[in-house]
């Protein structure tokens, strides 16, 4: 096996697992204020598929990340008048929103099937301008790759270096005492979604724009679910997500390495593993009693006098 | 406490009854007009297309036999996870049960293709069964041991379960023509069909295992055993029901429950196994088990609500040039609606309340 095929190899990786950490950033933010959101895939697709489609009409592909970005925040705003404002089921409402994700994504994206775009443009790795052309191209990445890693940072320090980070994380703890403090449990958890919502919206769009370039019905193919799992993986923390996001691109590249070097291993098999370690890790952790999700998290905030 | 009286000799229930139909009528309305203004949006006369909805669905006998067809998993997925509910187990993962058992249904259907049918049918939903609640096992075990919560794993194996059907088609079963899927059953492995329609076996099944979840949760001791721990667990605990075991069993004949709805896909509505075939009727049957608090009668209404739904967008698709999809939106506006549980005004409440 050539250099270049394990590089090619970790290139795609990097590709398939953007999107991933910028959902799974979000869904810490949101499931850090006490709300599950098990609709993120339902938000991904329309994301995507409004991105693209401003893409497409303005041949501007940052106005579709912002489209993109701007429609998963309001798409977590629905949710977000469910089930905390309405006191919603949160499982059963998140699950709402995935069908009404596969709806509107389908009416929204349907013109643009098959349509081509300019996808976000590609900038070279700093510093790697004198390799060959060959072994350049492999390191082409879009803004959204390069911003990814720094978000998470900029998640960490939200949550863990600002009064608003430290309000959100005690709405998620205990709504109550939130309260008695002074906070106010339903707008931090609605601003909580907004932002969970704007991180989904630009993992979509590096998705749809920048790394596929291209829409499909039901194109996420399920990393709604997966970011979910990450999140858990991560335990809640925004560091650990980009672990769990190697972890699953990780898996991508191992598959693409096995099929570049002629083994013949079946790709689905080697997609469940990362599923399985999280349930092994999970395991582990139950085991040891050391399990850090927040302690409000899927429950409805009524307000003192309920 | 239960209300015991029979309810056709209490007024009072009747009351609740209508007030609740007419709350669940005007809910839909509500989401029919919001879906409406969405048609309207994207350039689609939407009165035209409620009418052909539902002169398609409930104006003609074939149309309504369809209705029949796609009620039929989710009322075998709804109970899969209403049966677990009375334990308030959370069994997200019907939708990875689901699969399994159409997997297990499905390698009995190509391997014992040869034996006759009143043989392979019970083999395949035997098998189909056994896969679902084998899927199920491990996050009831988990549960019930205090490790991890069922919510959680069971979705994580939601994920897995539809890699490994597409692992058995792509790698052994699929048809000489498409990748994607197997060949055609033999006949003997396809549930028989009623009345000339498409409505067969696995229908009148899910009726009766309604009927049977009702029975047993009211006048059995297992069914006052599972609400004593429904009720408080810790005090059925205390008076020595084996809530462990209870918690073990109850994921798993709800899992068994889910392999079934998958055997009845693979033998009856496709007749092959198709990779993904689902795309989320294991979450529906969620939806509609939450949304009617598990009790078979609302499942059956919520199925046939959603039944009407899903047909009336298959036509939708032709007359209005929707994409299928699409009417995914309707549906989850009425669940938005239903949980937002949107209060009406006095006058359309009703006196009662």
């Known amino acids: ?306 | 406490m239960r209300e015991t009286t029979p309810f056709f000799r209490s007024a009072r229930l009747w009351q609740k009854w209508i007030d609740s139909v007419a709350r669940y009528t005007l809910m839909i309305l509500l989401a029919l007009a919001l879906f409406g203004l969405i048609l309207l949006l994207s350039g689609r006369n939407p009165l035209l297309s409620y009418r052909d909805m539902l002169k398609f669905t409930l104006g003609s006998a074939y149309g309504f036999s369809e209705v029949l067809v796609a009620m039929t998993p989710m009322l075998l997925t709804a109970l899969a996870v209403a049966l677990p509910s009375r334990l308030i187990l959370i069994n997200v993962g019907v939708e990875g049960q689901l699969y399994i058992g159409a997997c297990c249904a499905t390698w009995a259907a190509l391997t014992f293709s040869h034996l006759p049918a009143y043989l392979l049918l019970p083999l395949m939903a035997l098998l189909g069964m056994l896969g679902g609640a084998l899927w199920a096992l491990v996050p009831g075990y988990l549960k019930a041991r205090g490790i991890v919560n069922e919510t959680i794993t069971t979705l994580l194996l939601n994920s897995v379960a539809p890699k490994i059907v597409s692992f058995f088609i792509f790698g052994f079963w699929h048809s000489p023509v498409d990748t994607d899927k197997t060949a055609n059953f033999v006949p003997a492995a396809r549930l028989p069909t009623f009345f000339g329609t498409r409505i067969d076996l696995s229908f009148w099944i899910a009726l009766a295992l309604l009927g049977v979840f009702w029975w047993f949760m009211k006048f059995t001791r297992w069914g006052l055993e599972m609400r004593a721990i429904g009720g408080n667990p810790q005090a059925a605990r205390r008076n020595g029901i084996p809530v462990g075991s209870y918690l073990v069993a109850a994921m798993c004949v709800g899992g068994a429950i889910a392999g079934l709805a998958g055997m009845a896909q693979v033998s009856g509505y496709y007749g092959l196994l198709l990779a993904n075939f689902s795309r989320g009727i294991g979450y529906m049957g969620f939806l509609i088990s939450w949304l009617s608090f598990g009790d078979p009668l609302g499942i059956l209404l919520m199925s046939f609500v959603v039944a009407v739904i899903f047909t009336g967008g298959n036509l939708l698709q032709l007359t209005q040039a929707l994409p299928f999809a699409a009417i995914n939106l309707l549906l989850a506006l009425t669940l938005f609606v239903v949980l937002a549980r949107v209060r009406f005004p006095a006058f359309a409440r009703g006196k009662a309340s």
């Open chain 1, 1 to 306: 096996m050539t250099l270049l095929s394990v590089l090619g190899v970790i290139s795609s990786a990097i590709f398939s697992g953007t999107s991933l950490l910028y959902t799974t950033l979000g869904e810490v933010i949101t499931e850090r204020s006490g709300i599950v959101n098990l609709g993120l895939e339902g938000v991904l697709l329309v994301s995507a598929s409004s991105g693209f489609a401003v893409t497409c009409r303005t041949g501007n592909p940052y106005l579709g990340v912002l489209t993109a970005a701007l429609v998963g925040g309001l798409m977590n705003l629905v949710l977000g008048y469910v089930v905390v404002t309405r006191g919603g089921n949160q499982l059963a409402s998140g699950l709402a929103l995935m069908f009404a994700g596969f709806g509107l994504s389908a009416l929204i994206g349907k013109p643009y099937v098959g349509a081509k775009i300019h996808g976000l443009p590609r900038i070279l790795l700093p510093g790697l301008a004198k390799l060959p052309r060959l072994y350049t191209s492999l390191f082409q990445f879009d803004m959204l790759i390069y911003l990814a890693i720094p978000t998470a940072f900029l998640v960490w320090w939200l949550l863990y270096r600002t009064r608003w980070g430290l309000g959100l994380r005690a709405v998620g703890e205990s709504a109550d005492t939130a309260f008695a403090s002074g906070r106010n449990p339903w707008r931090i958890r609605y601003q909580a979604l907004f932002v969970g919502g704007l991180l989904a919206g630009l993992g979509a769009a590096h998705l749809s724009i920048a790394y596929a370039m291209n829409w499909t019905e039901y194109m996420t193919g399920g990393r709604g679910f997966i970011a979910v799992a990450l999140v858990i993986f991560s335990k809640w923390h925004p560091l650990r997500a980009i672990v769990g996001a190697l972890l699953f691109s990780g898996a991508v590249a191992f598959q693409l390495l096995l099929q570049a070097s002629g083994v013949k291993v079946s790709p689905f098999l080697l997609d469940t593993i990362p599923y399985f370690l999280t349930l092994l890790v999970l395991m582990v952790w139950g085991g040891t009693r050391r399990y850090a999700a927040p302690a409000s998290l899927g429950r409805v905030y009524h307000g003192t006098e309920s």
